[in-house]
Each structure stands twice: as structure tokens, then as C-alpha cells.
């Protein structure tokens, strides 16, 4: 069975190894180490999110308020790419999959995505080219890990996960 | 709705602050910054937990082998704990939601692979005391987190996930 990650790369067009060279360097310190970067980054992508043509993609984050959202983003953001961990004390583990298992990550929901970031990031002046270069990576590869992991838990749905409810639990 | 973090909370008895004190400090570098006292504890406890008595406990981990379980676990603990990233490189986000979809985790699983770690961790000499109660804070916390991530996907099911298959994707 082909993994999570073998699915991202095939997928996105980024291997494993460019997805998670934004560990090479610490992004958050070499972009001066402070928050503002990924607020503005997070900013320009909501606003354009919200604000979407596409009825279809907009809908998807309709249950949410666009300055949670915002927060949850670069919170998580500042957190895997080098700086205090504000997400893990606020909300947890990132948990991508869990997380985003209410939604339908399709193929096509991650193109709208990366496109709205993309051009998120070319408005971010506060984020150098090189860091730019990484980031899109590990996002183009981190949507297709999702878009795969949404997948997954789909296929297995509660026949397959429940073969184990015969382990009669305490209570 | 009470939060994943609310839940792993109140259920392990472990506040937030206190499961994710692990970043006060980088672990793995007060360790020596090499993998050995991870790999140790990995070993430890997958030796005890493919050798419990309780057949409902090690059923749950029957349909991996037994070296790739400790691999995968010592891979995620180094990463997590300030270590190289080898987790994500080989296999991904860390997910853990996700990956612990197919298995039923419940408080009571919770709880006896909470025993297992902390007879691992009391026979690890290589960690010392200090890191082995930050150690003890971040396991009881993020298998209760597991067990609250492992209830809202099944309770999810298909019915409430599908609302948004509307979206009509593109194939």
C-alpha cells in the first residue's frame, strides 16, 4: 500500500525531502523572530480566501470566523517552522489529518488552496524569496499529505475501524 | 464544544502548560543529542507492550512488526523533542489523529500503554529525571488527546463529513 507520503509526492511534485527543507534553516528566527511575517502571510491568505469566487471553496470555511482561522494558521505556522510552539499550549497537536477530516480535501480544494497561497505569499514582503521558495514546497506537499489522509480516513469509514471494538473496553 | 486540548486535559489530569513544558527546553540536546536514549526507550517499551499479558492490549499493535513500531516511535519522539526531523522525512506529518484512525482508542488503552511507557521510561538510565517527568506530563496528556481526537472521528462518521461532498469536485 503506497504511504501518506509517497501519495503527497506523487501528487504535489515535491518530494519528501524539498517538502521538509524548511527544517534545514530556522525560518522564523531568519525572518527575524518575530510573529509578523505569518500574521501578515495568514492575513493576505484569508482575506483572499473569504473573499473567493468560488462559492464551492469559500463554503468550506464558512463555519469558522476568518480571524480564528487566521490565528490557527500562523500559530501553527510560527510553531513547525522553528518558533515558540503557541499552537501545541492553545490547541494541541497540529493533528493535519484529524483536523481537517470535517472537511472533503479534494484534489481539487488543495489547487484552490495553494493558489490562494501563492499569491498570499508573492503580497508578503516580510518573507524572503529563499523562504518563499521552501514554504511553497512544504505547502504544495503538506496539502496533498492531507488531501491523501482525508482519503484514508474516508475509505476506512466504521466497519474497518471497529474490528478492535471487541476488545471490551473498561467502561 | 469542549476542545481536543480541553478534553486531554481534564481526562489526564495534565494541564496544557504543563505537557508541552518538553519546549521549555530542547530534550534531545540535554540528552546528548544523539538518538540512543530514544532508540532505548522505544525498545523498552515496544518489548513490554508485544509481550503483555492483557491479549486485547497487544492485539492492537498485532498487525505491526515490532521493529518498524519502535522505529516509527523513537523517529517521532527525537523529532518532537528537538531532535532532527527524521520522522517527517521518511514518513510525514506526524498525524497523530490520523494514524491512530484505525485502532480503537479508548481510556483504557490509554491507560495501559501509559503503564508500559512508565515502566519504560523508569528503566531507561540514559534519560535523567528531570526530562522523564516532562517526558510522563507529554505521553498522559497526548494519549488522552488521541483519545478524545480517536472519539470525534468516529462520531463524525460519514452522515455529517459528507455535507460538504456537495462542492461537486472536479472528477
Known sequence: MQSLQ???SEWSG????????????????SLGGT???FVDLSNNFYTRVYEDEEEWFREIFAGSKKEDAIQNQYEFLIQRMGGP???????????LIGRHRPFLVTHR?????LHHMQQALDATESIDVDSKTKMTNFFR???????????????????????????????
Open 6 to 8: 509517497d501519495k503527497a
Open 14 to 29: 515535491v518530494a519528501a525531502a524539498d517538502a521538509f527543507a524548511i527544517d534545514d534553516v530556522n525560518i522564523f528566527e
Open 35 to 37: 510573529p509578523q511575517p
Open 85 to 95: 510552539p503557541l499552537f501545541s499550549q492553545r490547541r494541541g497537536h497540529p493533528a
Open 109 to 113: 480544494a488543495a489547487e484552490r488552496w
Open 141 to 171: 506537499h503538506t496539502a496533498y499529505f492531507i488531501v491523501a489522509g482525508n482519503e484514508m480516513t474516508r475509505q476506512q469509514g466504521h466497519g474497518v475501524a471497529c474490528k478492535h471494538a471487541t476488545s471490551k473496553p473498561a467502561e
